[in-house]
Nanobody
Framework: VQVVESGGGLVQAGGSLRLSCVAS????????MAWYRQAPGREREQVAS????????TYADSVKGRFTISRDNVKNTSDLQMNSLNVNDTGVYYC?????????WGKGTLVTVSS
Protein backbone atom coordinates (compact mmCIF):
# COMPACT_ATOMS: atom_id res chain seq x y z
CA VAL A 1 0.00 0.00 0.00
CA GLN A 2 1.25 3.44 -0.89
CA VAL A 3 0.09 6.73 0.54
CA VAL A 4 1.45 9.83 -1.16
CA GLU A 5 0.89 13.46 -0.22
CA SER A 6 1.39 16.51 -2.41
CA GLY A 7 0.68 20.22 -2.41
CA GLY A 8 2.91 21.57 0.32
CA GLY A 9 4.97 24.70 -0.08
CA LEU A 10 5.70 28.19 1.16
CA VAL A 11 2.84 30.59 1.70
CA GLN A 12 2.40 33.93 3.44
CA ALA A 13 0.25 34.25 6.52
CA GLY A 14 -3.37 34.65 5.54
CA GLY A 15 -2.91 32.59 2.40
CA SER A 16 -4.23 29.20 1.35
CA LEU A 17 -2.89 25.83 0.31
CA ARG A 18 -4.54 22.63 -0.80
CA LEU A 19 -2.95 19.32 0.08
CA SER A 20 -3.81 16.10 -1.70
CA CYS A 21 -3.36 12.48 -0.74
CA VAL A 22 -3.79 9.33 -2.77
CA ALA A 23 -3.82 5.80 -1.37
CA SER A 24 -3.21 2.87 -3.68
CA UNK A 25 -1.99 -0.68 -3.91
CA UNK A 26 -4.67 -2.67 -2.15
CA UNK A 27 -8.03 -4.17 -2.89
CA UNK A 28 -9.17 -3.73 0.68
CA UNK A 29 -11.78 -1.11 1.34
CA UNK A 30 -10.58 2.23 2.60
CA UNK A 31 -12.45 3.09 5.80
CA UNK A 32 -11.13 6.49 6.72
CA MET A 33 -8.39 8.98 5.98
CA ALA A 34 -6.79 11.60 8.16
CA TRP A 35 -4.28 14.41 8.06
CA TYR A 36 -1.71 14.94 10.76
CA ARG A 37 1.01 17.52 11.16
CA GLN A 38 4.22 17.80 13.06
CA ALA A 39 5.74 21.17 13.81
CA PRO A 40 9.43 21.51 14.67
CA GLY A 41 10.04 20.36 18.23
CA ARG A 42 6.46 19.23 18.73
CA GLU A 43 4.61 15.95 18.66
CA ARG A 44 2.56 14.85 15.70
CA GLU A 45 -1.07 15.87 16.03
CA GLN A 46 -4.18 14.98 14.11
CA VAL A 47 -5.54 17.89 12.13
CA ALA A 48 -8.59 16.40 10.43
CA SER A 49 -10.17 13.07 9.61
CA UNK A 50 -12.97 11.80 7.42
CA UNK A 51 -14.82 8.53 7.24
CA UNK A 52 -15.16 7.20 3.74
CA UNK A 53 -18.66 5.89 4.33
CA UNK A 54 -20.94 8.70 5.38
CA UNK A 55 -18.27 11.37 5.27
CA UNK A 56 -18.19 12.19 8.99
CA UNK A 57 -15.48 14.77 9.60
CA THR A 58 -13.48 15.75 12.66
CA TYR A 59 -11.14 18.70 13.11
CA ALA A 60 -8.64 19.84 15.66
CA ASP A 61 -9.86 22.95 17.49
CA SER A 62 -6.92 24.93 16.13
CA VAL A 63 -8.07 24.50 12.51
CA LYS A 64 -11.86 24.51 12.80
CA GLY A 65 -13.41 26.99 10.42
CA ARG A 66 -10.19 27.29 8.40
CA PHE A 67 -9.45 23.77 7.12
CA THR A 68 -11.74 21.48 5.18
CA ILE A 69 -11.13 17.81 4.55
CA SER A 70 -12.75 15.98 1.66
CA ARG A 71 -12.50 12.58 0.04
CA ASP A 72 -13.18 10.78 -3.21
CA ASN A 73 -14.48 7.29 -2.52
CA VAL A 74 -13.72 6.00 -5.99
CA LYS A 75 -10.19 7.33 -6.33
CA ASN A 76 -9.19 6.74 -2.68
CA THR A 77 -8.03 10.29 -2.35
CA SER A 78 -8.36 12.99 0.26
CA ASP A 79 -7.77 16.71 0.04
CA LEU A 80 -7.13 19.20 2.81
CA GLN A 81 -8.06 22.76 1.93
CA MET A 82 -6.26 25.14 4.27
CA ASN A 83 -7.31 28.78 4.45
CA SER A 84 -6.28 31.71 6.62
CA LEU A 85 -2.97 30.07 7.32
CA ASN A 86 -0.81 31.37 10.14
CA VAL A 87 2.73 30.67 11.26
CA ASN A 88 1.50 28.09 13.75
CA ASP A 89 0.32 25.94 10.84
CA THR A 90 3.91 25.40 9.74
CA GLY A 91 4.99 21.78 9.78
CA VAL A 92 5.18 18.53 7.92
CA TYR A 93 1.73 17.28 6.99
CA TYR A 94 1.12 13.56 6.81
CA CYS A 95 -1.75 11.63 5.33
CA UNK A 96 -2.91 8.40 6.95
CA UNK A 97 -5.21 5.86 5.33
CA UNK A 98 -6.88 2.97 7.11
CA UNK A 99 -7.56 -0.25 5.19
CA UNK A 100 -8.98 -3.38 6.77
CA UNK A 101 -7.95 -2.13 10.20
CA UNK A 102 -4.38 -1.38 9.16
CA UNK A 103 -2.93 2.12 9.03
CA UNK A 104 -0.66 3.34 6.27
CA TRP A 105 1.21 6.61 6.29
CA GLY A 106 2.70 8.85 3.67
CA LYS A 107 6.12 10.42 3.97
CA GLY A 108 4.74 13.90 4.46
CA THR A 109 4.71 17.22 2.69
CA LEU A 110 6.19 20.39 4.16
CA VAL A 111 4.04 23.46 4.71
CA THR A 112 5.82 26.67 5.66
CA VAL A 113 3.84 29.77 6.55
CA SER A 114 5.81 33.01 6.64
CA SER A 115 4.79 36.07 8.62
Amino acid sequence: VQVVESGGGLVQAGGSLRLSCVASGTTFKLTDMAWYRQAPGREREQVASIRISGGTRTYADSVKGRFTISRDNVKNTSDLQMNSLNVNDTGVYYCRGRFNGMEYWGKGTLVTVSS
